[in-house]
C-alpha cells in the first residue's frame, strides 16, 4: 500500500513573464544557431540552466565578456550596468536583450534620480545581478544595504531617494521606509517591488492553509524564492524548501496528507511536475 498522498500545484506559481521572455528568447536562437552565450544564470534555478545548457546555452561571467569577439550574448531578465553595452559595442558583441521591461524601468527612474542629483539608497541584495545594474546607474554611488541594522553608524544624507530592488519584501520595504522617516530623514520612497512578485504573498498564504504541507521548488540562489519560502511558513510552518526532487524523502511525509507544491518566479513548472510525480509514488 503506497502513501496515497493528495498532491496540488499551485497554478498561480512558476515563471513571471520576465523570466518567459528571457527564455523564449534564447531557446528560439538556440534553434537557430545551436548555441548562445548568456551573461550569468539566465534564471536562478540549476535545473533549468542545465536544460538549457544541453541545448547549447553557455553561461559565461563578467571576467569572460571582454574576451570574446563577433559573438551573440543575452542580457537575462535581471538587467546589465552600462558597462556591458560599452564592452559590447568595443567587441562588436550583438547584445540579445532579454531585460525585464519592469527592471529596465527602474533603472531609468534610478538613472533619472541621479542626473537631478539626488542622493540615493537602495534595499537590496549586495551583488545580485539586478543590484550591480542599478548602482551602475548611478555610477555605483548609490548606497545598497539590504538589512536596516548595516544602516547603524553610517551617516545618511538629511534627505534621500529610497528604491528598491524588484524581488524585496514589500512589508520590509515599509518597514524600511517607516524606520527612515522616524529618524527623522526626509525620505523620497519608491516602492518598486514587481507585483508578479508582490501580488504572490497573498494569494500563496492562501494556497499554504489549504494543506497539512508544503513543498516549495525553488534555485537556493533565488531572492524571490527566499521570501516566497518565509510566506509559506508563515501560513504553513509544515513548509519545506526544496530545489531538486532528489532532496524530498518519504520519512517527510505521513499517509493520506494533503501535500501543496509551489515555486519561485524563477521555478519551472516541469520541475514542479516532477515533484509531484516522485510525491505521488510514495
Ligand atoms: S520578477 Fe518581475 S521584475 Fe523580475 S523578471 Fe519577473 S517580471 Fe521582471
Redesign the pocket.
Known sequence: MGYNLQVSIDKDSGF????VYAIDMAEEILEEDGYLYCLGDIVHNDEEVARLTAKGLRIIDHDDLPQLKNEKVLIR??GEAPDTYRIALENNITLIDAS????LKLQNRVKTSFDEQEKILIFGKHGHA?VIGLQGQTNNEALVFQDLAELDGVELPAKFTLYSQ??KSTDKFYAIKDNLLSRGYEVKANDTI????SNRYEDLGIFAQKFDKIVFVSGKKSS?GRVLYEVCLKNNPQSYFVSDPEELSIDMFNPEERIGICGA?STPMWLMEKVKTVLEGY
Open positions: 513571471c513573464f520576465g523570466v531578465a535581471h525585464c521591461p519592469v527592471v539586478e524588484t524581488t514587481c507585483r508578479q512578485v524571490n518566479t
